[in-house]
């Protein structure tokens, strides 16, 4: 029974010194993605979606922007997804506020996949969520409550924290959880401190919960997209890409 829950909390950790050189992952172009607008509590959202080449249906995943918006370099991560098979759809949740209630977001989330399961071009029992930096922490705590999701990937979250509006610590809600979620972190991250991702981590272990931890070694917060907004192209960050491409690809598949 313990090497099954061992197994079941399997935590891979991988230190990656630095950040040297660059990486051609053929972005250039790629962009062929279009917005829709999402309706949510008698308001519209627009949101960024891309689609795969052919007929489908395949997989989807909904990504979570971070407190910085919807910049350039989630749209070329979203497309980059789509051309290693998901349908990916990115609502713009601050539309209507910097900081809106925890269950303003939920609710456009839920709307969204809603949205996803009228495309024909959608497996609408194969949705998966991405977030990252507040989207990471709306992950860690719509995972658990969203039921039509079946995995999730949490990039540099904040467990213990109730946002920027006071709302629910994602952590109250690791009873609930029922599906395998991939957490990614930097250890030199001094807004979410890793500190607190290995207390989430023992916590979701003690609570025999399935999940993969990816540290990387140096690392600040926000470290996929650049100070620019776009998406940072170097073989570290082309890890942490591929790390989540594998996770959907175990779990959506």
Same mark, same amino acid.
């Given at each position: 029974?313990?090497?099954?829950? !061992?197994?079941?909390?399997? $935590?891979?950790? &991988?230190?990656?010194?630095?950040? +040297?050189? #660059?990486?051609?992952? @053929?972005? /250039? *172009?790629?962009?062929?993605?279009?917005?829709?607008?999402?309706?949510?509590?008698?308001?519209?959202?627009?949101?960024?979606?891309?689609?795969?080449?052919?007929?489908?249906?395949?997989?989807?995943?909904?990504?979570?922007?971070?407190?910085?918006?919807?910049?350039?370099?989630?749209?070329?991560?979203?497309?980059?997804?789509?051309?290693?098979?998901?349908?990916?759809?990115?609502?713009?949740?601050?539309?209507?506020?910097?900081?809106?209630?925890?269950?303003?977001?939920?609710? !456009?989330?839920?709307?969204? $996949?809603?949205? &996803?399961?009228?495309?024909?071009? +959608?497996? #609408?029992?194969?949705? @998966?969520? /991405? *977030?990252?930096?507040?989207?990471?922490?709306?992950?860690?705590?719509?995972?658990?409550?969203?039921?039509?999701?079946?995995?999730?990937?949490?990039?540099?979250?904040?467990?213990?924290?109730?946002?920027?509006?006071?709302?629910?610590?994602?952590?109250?809600?690791?009873?609930?959880?029922?599906?395998?979620?991939?957490?990614?972190?930097?250890?030199?991250?001094?807004?979410?401190?890793?500190?607190?991702?290995?207390?989430?981590?023992?916590?979701?272990?003690?609570?025999?919960?399935?999940?993969?931890?990816? $540290?990387?070694?140096?690392?600040?917060?926000?470290?996929?997209?650049?100070?620019?907004?776009?998406?940072?192209?170097?073989?570290?960050?082309?890890?942490?890409?591929?790390?989540?491409?594998?996770?959907?690809?175990?779990?959506?598949?």
């Amino acid at each position: 029974m313990r090497s099954m829950i !061992l197994l079941a909390a399997a $935590v891979s950790l &991988l230190l990656l010194v630095g950040s +040297v050189g #660059a990486v051609d992952v @053929g972005t /250039a *172009g790629m962009r062929n993605g279009t917005t829709v607008n999402i309706q949510s509590d008698g308001q519209s959202y627009p949101a960024y979606i891309t689609t795969p080449e052919g007929d489908g249906p395949s997989p989807a995943v909904v990504l979570i922007h971070s407190f910085n918006g919807l910049e350039p370099g989630y749209r070329v991560m979203a497309d980059r997804l789509a051309t290693d098979g998901f349908v990916v759809i990115a609502p713009e949740w601050q539309t209507y506020g910097q900081a809106p209630q925890d269950n303003v977001t939920e609710a !456009l989330i839920r709307d969204t $996949v809603a949205y &996803l399961g009228t495309r024909p071009e +959608v497996n #609408a029992s194969s949705i @998966g969520l /991405a *977030g990252f930096c507040a989207g990471g922490r709306y992950t860690m705590l719509f995972l658990p409550r969203i039921e039509e999701f079946s995995a999730g990937v949490a990039w540099y979250g904040f467990p213990y924290s109730g946002g920027q509006a006071n709302g629910t610590a994602p952590a109250s809600q690791i009873g609930n959880i029922t599906d395998p979620m991939l957490i990614i972190h930097g250890t030199a991250d001094e807004a979410s401190p890793v500190a607190d991702i290995y207390r989430y981590a023992t916590d979701l272990d003690a609570a025999g919960k399935y999940f993969e931890l990816k $540290v990387y070694q140096g690392e600040p917060h926000g470290f996929m997209i650049g100070e620019d907004g776009e998406l940072v192209e170097t073989p570290l960050t082309e890890s942490a890409y591929q790390e989540m491409v594998g996770f959907f690809n175990r779990t959506l598949g």
